[in-house]
């Protein structure tokens, strides 16, 4: 089997805190590796790794079958980055943010502008492709910043959490997306909180907390170590929920019940099928206690994450917020020489990471096309 990237052994501190842990992964060219974990897991950080953003402490890294530390120059020309916020000149239009990235990578004036309509189509963009990007929703935003980093046809792609801040319909259209971009070939890593996007457009899934992996698998197989199905119930009136759960809890010996009381539902183990469905039905019309709703169903991914390290998947920890608060760019940054690498608010070159929250970007036309140019050159 051929990968498109692989890691073993990576370690990152950023000073007391380990950000990453021994990060062991793989992604079968042509495949979708899902990354899961929590606010400061190391999602990010291993992006930054693997991008040349930033240099390990140990370890190695290949993307494309090039050494990432040893030839980062040659790994940026087969690789293609999205960080989690859209790295576009609002003052540019579409067309143009995308017309500068193909001059960056030196394709020529006829063949960038060939590129940037040719993306703009692809993308739905073309309607607004000249309008200036600061008119686009954030859903068009994210598009736009995809289709940037895919200007050179890089065949591997990663994608730190492209669908954050997008609504429901926005991120529907971003996984369809990036579904035809994996039909087209593209290999990718994505890193992501939401389960239903993992489990929607991830072959693979490695689920990471504390900087290591702690389980792997396809999103049945992680489901599965959860355990069967469970049975849930939602009655009427919430002081009747003791009740309620000590008659379920009697109708299957050694199952624990959890109840949620905001919206007073009872869940439990269930082996039984519909047989169970029903008997929790007659003991509860038996009681007097009204249901508002019943039913059977599988263990969700969410369920596998919160069994696996115990907390939600948008938990967020302060020992590790250096590492994903900062989004990271699709270029810039650091370079494998590690320079800037001990502060993991900064680049290479001191200044604030382009990727950063909104409140940390400096305003000003000319410093933004600055951090574009600087980007795209350490690519």
């Known amino acids: 089997m051929t990968y498109a990237v692989v890691a073993e052994g990576l370690v990152k501190h950023y000073g007391t805190v380990r950000a990453l842990d021994q990060l062991d992964l793989a992604v079968p060219e042509g495949t979708v590796l899902g990354v899961l974990g929590p606010n400061g897991a190391g999602k990010t950080t291993a992006v930054r790794v693997l991008t040349t953003l930033l240099r390990p402490d140990a370890g190695r890294a290949e993307v494309a079958g090039i050494d990432v530390l040893a030839d980062p120059a040659r790994a940026r020309d087969s690789l293609g980055v999205s960080g989690q916020y859209a790295a576009v000149d609002e003052h540019l239009t579409g067309f143009e943010n995308l017309d500068m990235i193909g001059r960056l990578y030196h394709l020529g004036r006829r063949a960038s502008r060939a590129r940037a309509r040719e993306l703009l189509e692809q993308f739905d963009l073309s309607d607004a492709g000249d309008r200036p990007s600061k008119t686009y929703s954030g859903g068009m935003r994210r598009r736009l910043d995809l289709a940037g980093a895919l200007v050179a046809r890089p065949p591997v792609l990663f994608l730190d959490e492209p669908t954050t801040g997008l609504d429901p319909r926005s991120r529907g259209d971003m996984w369809d997306v990036i579904t035809t971009l994996v039909e087209g070939g593209t290999s990718l ?54 009740e309620a759960r000590v008659l379920l809890e009697d109708s299957r010996p050694g199952g624990v019940a959890e109840v949620d009381e905001h919206v007073r539902r009872i869940t439990l183990p269930s082996d039984r099928g519909t047989a169970g469905l029903i008997e929790a039905v007659r003991r509860l019309d038996a009681a007097g206690i ?90």
């Open 290 to 379: 009204e249901v508002q709703d019943i039913g059977i169903r599988r263990p969700t991914l969410d369920d596998a994450f919160l069994s696996l390290t115990g907390h939600g998947a948008s938990a967020e920890r302060a020992g590790h917020q250096a590492d994903d608060s900062r989004g990271g760019s699709r270029g810039g940054g650091t370079d494998s020489s590690g320079s800037g690498a001990g502060d993991p608010g900064t680049d290479g070159a001191g200044q604030r990471a382009r990727g950063g929250h909104p409140e940390h970007q400096t305003d000003g036309r000319q410093r933004r096309a600055g951090e574009h140019v600087m980007a795209r050159k350490e690519i």
């Open 189 to 242: 890593l994505l890193t992501t909180q939401y389960l239903e996007e993992a489990d929607r457009l991830a072959d693979n899934i490695i689920v990471v907390d504390h900087g290591k992996v702690i389980a792997e698998g396809t999103a049945d197989q992680l489901k599965a170590q959860v355990g069967g199905e469970r049975l849930e119930v939602v009655i009427a009136d919430q002081a009747r929920l003791v």
